[in-house]
């Protein structure tokens, strides 16, 4: 069994940064790969971006495309996720996830929400203009 948590949200301004974290407990071994996506209100979960199992690449939604930086600390079983450049549009409740199975990350499912059987609990980021 894994769980995930995430921390880091919070309340900023328009071009500001936040550097959102999700840490894994438990069974580690089998979190595979991972992803971040993003829920605002009235909308459905979007995909943000995912992260292979080695950490050696990363794929980003274009909306978030050299805004958001995804990286991978496998000894302190941690995902982050720095995001600079912070748009009003970027605020959502924003939830990690694992795959907790292979071939997700280079499958090409990776940004497909059903691909993740592992959740955290989610974190609120609000941008203000």
């Known amino acids: 069994q894994v769980q995930l948590v995430e921390s880091g949200g919070g309340l900023v301004q328009a071009g500001g940064s936040l550097r959102l974290s999700c840490a894994a407990s438990g069974r580690t071994s089998s979190t595979y790969d991972m992803a971040w996506f993003r829920q605002a209100p009235g909308k459905e979960r979007e995909f943000v971006a995912a992260?292979?199992?080695?950490?050696?690449?990363?794929y980003y939604a274009d909306s978030v495309k050299g805004r958001f930086t995804l990286s991978r600390d496998s000894a302190k079983k941690t995902l982050y996720l720095q995001m600079n450049s912070l748009k009003p549009e970027d605020t959502a409740v924003y939830y990690c996830?694992?795959?907790?199975?292979?071939?997700?990350?280079?499958?090409?499912?990776?940004?497909?929400?059903?691909?993740?059987?592992?959740w955290g609990q989610g974190t609120q980021v609000t941008i203000s203009s």
């Open positions: 996830a694992a795959s907790g199975k292979p071939g997700t990350f280079y499958g090409g499912t990776y940004d497909q929400h059903y691909e993740y059987a592992i």
């Open positions: 992260i292979g199992w080695s950490g050696s690449g990363a």
